[in-house]
């Protein structure tokens, strides 16, 4: 376990951001963190980076209870992210890698690993106001991971990107990940989620809603719906037994009861003599997911 | 390399290299160069064109006056007013003076005349005035039949010298409260300055950090507090570094100025006393001003006023640097809406300054004198200043504790402040916001 939440509460004034919050990230997994805007997730990573403390609860890091030289074993771009304009690439890298605590001869080192990587070295000299937004970003992301952090935060890392920029810092994401760093991925755009994330938590009104494996957690929300594509239209009869949720011309969506199985549908089509084209368990998108938790704790307050 | 040293190194080294600094450092001297001689200039001007009037001596009592301060005097010579007039119309004169008959020699009042279609300048219609009225003095003496030199032993020039009254008190001339104004005046203005304007680059480093949205990077790998002490702790060795180096090139400038100005030494003597006749009176006076200034001078407690103006110094710092800094983290990004909240750091060092200007160059000693050289928010400003004029020696320990005591505190106030200000965006705060920060867990 690289990081263990425990009961975590956060206080704010009167409101509470983080109501006792608990989870585990497995090492080396890609561990998303979800929410609606202002659930909790930025004063949840805050107290994870050591930028407050948690009112209530203990967090560990790599075994550890959280402390002054945790922030060095944490790589955080955060969703509010900048860098000092005047000051050049390399300096400011230097800099940053330092504060993190590294030597000057290390952190060089791992700079000019990673301008070289980027095949940015002769950027170096070149001030921070000068570059374009995607470049800044690109030099953010060696300033995030430059001290080889074990466990990596990213909140809301492609906001600003283009494409082009999106996919490679997705596949450094990617590299860092099979290398074995831990990552924490702070997002609302699901797509993501199930794209590169393998355990979950989404957290509404500061409390834990919804928590697992992302397969399991899709498992768990499935509603047994089957989308059936056929050549030649569905007899008359079909229908009259079976919950129809969607039918067009040449395909229907059928939900199952819960102690049926696909075989036996399939079983019945082939009786029927329908010639068919596809057959496809529809698996709950982590959108629908996302919105359906949500409403559901929201009833709840 | 210790994250705090990092911090002040980055915050030192970027602000020196600006060209804004450069720049600064190397032209203000060179203002202070110009500025000396634009006024030396100033002085030494006089309107230079020569100011030529015909006088109509009505009553025979000046006879020839000797040219003085551009006014060319030129006797009638026989001619009526009349006549003069219309010498003065086509050219001649650019005025005319009618000095009437005296007639009473009671009268302690006497109007003289002076006709021109052109305006008389202040500098010029002094000069005459001085000049008559000498003339009429003398021609009063020597129709009374009065011994000038007689006349001459009624004046004395009075100046109190202060003495102690115990032996052991150290005698002071009348130039120790001059010289210790001079000097405590300096030591108000420099301290004035220094914090307004480093109190304030602190403050701006701490809104550009939050503009720059660097803050939250920063926050994950410093605690905020070493972050705002940093930031202090740079911008103040930036302003010590300025200072120095003020100090190394108005030495430079001020060597140079002789040989800029064309300042004449028997000039300068002129105004001193003559030190044959004082030499009876008081071996202390028997000496040139000069001297006497040097040896107030040397009569101060350098290396004790030294010593208490640094502490002060970086005491005075301290507080209101950090005072900004808290003020700078909750603002946001518009500088123009935090006004309202830099407003309750500026007012007591301006206070401060208007009590040293106002009441303290009247008395150094007063009640409100005193009262403010131990209040924490103006004794920087207000107890170097009482320095000079040697105040109680617990009065400055006592005022020395209290700042050092005060700049702990309000860093450790500061600190508490900038911690939830500076992770807080978009939202505009109020001070009753501020202060409820403080009691923050």
């Not at chain 1, 997705?170 to 797509?191: C, P, V, Y």
């Not at chain 1, 067009?248 to 696909?262: A, E, F, G, K």
């Not at chain 2, 030529?52 to 026989?78: N, S």
Request: aromatic share 10%; with cysteine; charged share 20%.
């Amino acid at each position: 376990m690289i990081l263990s939440v425990q009961n975590v509460v956060k206080r704010y004034d009167k409101y509470t951001a983080v109501d006792h919050v608990s989870i585990d990230v497995q090492r080396g997994s890609v561990f998303g963190l979800l929410g609606p805007n202002g659930a909790g997730k930025t004063s949840l990573i805050r107290m994870i980076t050591t930028i407050t403390g948690p009112d209530e609860g203990t967090i560990y890091l790599d075994g550890e209870k959280l402390h002054d030289r945790s922030p060095e074993k944490i790589g955080y771009m955060p969703e509010e992210r900048g860098l000092y304009k005047k000051m050049k690439v390399g300096e400011q890298l230097l800099y940053l890698a330092q504060l993190k605590g590294l030597s000057e001869a290390q952190a060089r080192k791992q700079i000019n690993h990673w301008l070289t990587k980027f095949e940015i070295t002769d950027w170096w000299d070149k001030k921070i106001e000068d570059l374009s937004k995607g470049m800044q970003q690109k030099i953010q992301f060696i300033a995030t991971i430059v001290h080889q952090p074990k466990l990596l935060i990213l909140d809301e890392p492609f906001t600003g990107l283009d494409p082009i920029n999106t996919n490679l810092i997705k596949d450094e994401i990617r590299q860092l990940n099979e290398a074995g760093t831990s990552i924490i991925f702070s997002t609302h755009r699901m797509e993501q989620v199930e794209e590169m994330c393998d355990h979950i938590v989404l957290i509404n009104h500061g409390k834990n809603v919804l928590y697992g494996e992302v397969q399991s957690i899709k498992n768990e929300y499935k509603q047994n719906l089957f989308r059936i594509q056929t050549e030649t239209p569905l007899p008359e009869g079909f229908a009259s037994n079976h919950t129809i949720v969607e039918q067009n011309s040449h395909s229907v969506t059928v939900r199952l009861p819960d102690d049926s199985h696909s075989n036996r549908l399939l079983q019945e089509l082939l009786q029927l003599g329908v010639r068919i084209t596809r057959f496809e368990e529809i698996l709950p998108t982590f959108n629908e997911i996302f919105i359906r938790r949500v409403e559901e704790t929201a009833g709840d307050q | 390399m210790s994250k705090l040293s990092l911090i002040v190194k980055r915050e030192y080294i970027t602000r020196v290299r600006k060209k804004s600094f450069i720049i600064g450092t190397l032209l203000a001297p060179v203002g202070l160069l110009v500025y000396f001689l634009v006024i030396f200039g100033l002085t030494k001007y006089s309107s230079g064109d020569e100011l030529k009037v015909a006088v109509l001596d009505e009553g025979g009592m000046v006879q020839q006056l000797p040219d003085d301060r551009g006014v060319r005097y030129i006797p009638a010579g026989g001619k009526t007013l009349e006549q003069l007039r219309t010498a003065a119309e086509e050219g001649t004169y650019d005025g005319i003076l009618r000095i009437p008959a005296l007639g009473n020699f009671q009268k302690k009042e006497h109007t003289v005349f002076y006709y021109s279609d052109k305006k008389l300048a202040p500098e010029k219609r002094d000069a005459i005035e001085d000049r008559i009225t000498d003339k009429i003095r003398d021609f009063k003496i020597d129709s009374l039949k009065l011994d000038p030199k007689t006349l001459d032993m009624l004046n004395t020039d009075i100046a109190i010298d202060p003495e102690k009254l115990t032996e052991a008190g150290e005698d002071e001339s009348r130039y120790t409260a001059g010289v210790g104004l001079a000097i405590g005046g300096i030591m108000a203005f420099i301290m004035f300055f220094m914090v307004m304007m480093y109190g304030q680059m602190v403050m701006r480093s701490v809104m550009e950090e939050k503009t720059n949205r660097i803050v939250e990077v920063m926050m994950s790998s410093v605690r905020p507090f070493d972050l705002m002490l940093g930031k202090i702790l740079g911008a103040g060795a930036v302003g010590l570094t300025q200072v120095v180096a003020w100090i190394v090139l108005s030495g430079a400038v001020t060597m140079l100025m002789p040989f800029l100005i064309d300042i004449d030494p028997a000039a300068m003597q002129q105004s001193m006393p003559d030190p044959g006749t004082a030499a009876a009176i008081d071996p202390e006076e028997a000496q040139s001003t000069g001297l006497r200034i040097m040896n107030e001078l040397s009569k101060q407690n350098w290396p004790l006023i030294a010593g208490a103006f640094i502490i002060f110094f970086l005491g005075g710092y301290f507080i209101y640097a950090s005072m900004f800094a808290a003020i700078g983290s909750a603002m946001g990004d518009d500088y123009g809406e935090g006004q309202a909240l830099v407003l309750p750091i500026t007012i007591p060092i301006i206070l401060a300054f208007y009590i040293v200007a106002f009441v303290g160059v009247r008395n150094p000693d007063s009640g409100l004198m005193v009262f403010a050289s131990m209040f924490p928010l103006f004794s920087p400003i207000v107890m170097p200043f009482r320095m000079a004029f040697s105040p109680p020696w617990w009065q400055v320990a006592l005022s020395l504790a209290l700042v050092i005591a005060a700049a702990f505190f309000f860093v450790w106030l500061a600190g508490r402040i900038y911690r939830v200000g500076i992770l807080l965006y978009g939202k505009k705060v109020t001070l009753k916001e501020i202060s409820k920060w403080m009691f923050y867990q």
